[in-house]
T-cell receptor, first 114, second 114 residues
């Protein structure tokens, strides 16, 4: 199946700093990527849809100024958590949609904000 | 509105026995249904999907799922469970009108005991 990578796999940062997470589709081009957040023992919550060459579409309740998304190429989307706070600590997962409308997920990034 | 329900938080089965993880769905159009598996601290891995065609869909790692339109169900099955199948399983449905949006169930933890 298709492969999606995320970097870093985990990150610890101080409160008030910004953290960038990269999501790459390794063997296919993805015009659309997605960013999810998963809390412990819960399902995935869609945060935003990242569209190559245009602005991201954010789900209701997700602050676009806090979670900056850039989809500069057909294989790369980035999520930047700005001015991170402890409540932003979570597991962030990206996915990329292929031409058959199947979403392939990255391995996730564990963010811990101290 | 689109939604999926996984009525069981946890399923316990002995190794070698058949397993079933239940999923029911609610969609306004034709259902596009998916199963994903998540291992601890990892992203989701695609198992199988139903879009059209045969009601019995075969996927990765020996898993299969049966689409039942009258019961609006898409249960995941495997004839003989392995200890390594122990993981968190998510059912998902794609939005009928917004192909970018997936709705995930709450997840079912599968425990396969030796």
């Amino acid at each position: 199946g298709a492969v999606v990578s995320q970097h870093p796999s985990w990150v610890i940062c101080k409160s008030g700093t910004s953290v960038k997470i990269e999501c790459r589709s390794l063997d296919f081009q993805a015009t659309t990527m997605f960013w999810y957040r998963q809390f412990p023992k819960q399902s995935l919550m869609l945060m935003a849809t990242s569209n190559e060459g245009s602005k991201a579409t954010y789900e209701q309740g997700v602050e676009k100024d806090k979670f900056l998304i850039n989809h500069a190429s057909l294989t790369l989307s980035t999520l930047t958590v700005t001015s991170a706070h402890p409540e932003d600590s979570s597991f962030y997962i990206c996915s990329a949609r292929d031409s058959t409308d199947t979403q392939y997920f990255g391995p996730g990034t564990r963010l811990t904000v101290l | 509105a689109q939604s999926v329900a996984q009525p069981e938080d946890q399923v316990n089965v002995a190794e070698g026995n058949p397993l079933t993880v239940k999923c029911t769905y609610s969609v306004s159009g034709n259902p596009y249904l998916f199963w994903y598996v998540q291992y601890p601290n990892r992203g989701l891995q695609f198992l199988l999907k139903y879009i059209t065609g045969d009601n019995l869909v075969k996927g990765s790692y020996g898993f299969e799922a049966e689409f039942n339109k009258s019961q609006t169900s898409f249960h995941l099955k495997k004839p003989s469970a392995l200890v390594s199948d122990s993981a968190l399983y998510f059912c998902a449905v794609r939005d009928s009108y917004n192909f970018n949006k997936f709705y995930f169930g709450s997840g079912t933890k599968l425990n396969v005991k030796p």
